[in-house]
């Protein structure tokens, strides 16, 4: 699956991957609990089993997989917003 921007790389609910729109619909997450201390695992709403992740300096959206290095990546640390 291609990595564009804009699209989140999320592939079409159909099973087809969609030129636009994939933000639109890949933008909701569901908070779980991260794997240290007061972080969250934020899931893709609209796709199941995709976790916004650190990778490369950036954050992504990938598939999960069952590695310690990708749990520690998706485990993101909410801070205090800046006033």
Known sequence: MP???GTLGLPDPRGRER????????R???AHPGTSAG???LESYNFPGYYIRHRNGGL???????????????????VTPWA
């Open 60 to 78: 992504w959206v990938d598939r999960y997989t069952a590695t310690d290095l990708f749990r520690a990546d998706r485990s993101l640390q909410p």
């Open 19 to 26: 030129r636009h729109g994939g933000l639109r619909q890949g």
């Open 3 to 5: 990595d564009r921007p």
């Open 28 to 30: 909701h997450f569901n």
């Open 39 to 41: 972080s969250v695992a």
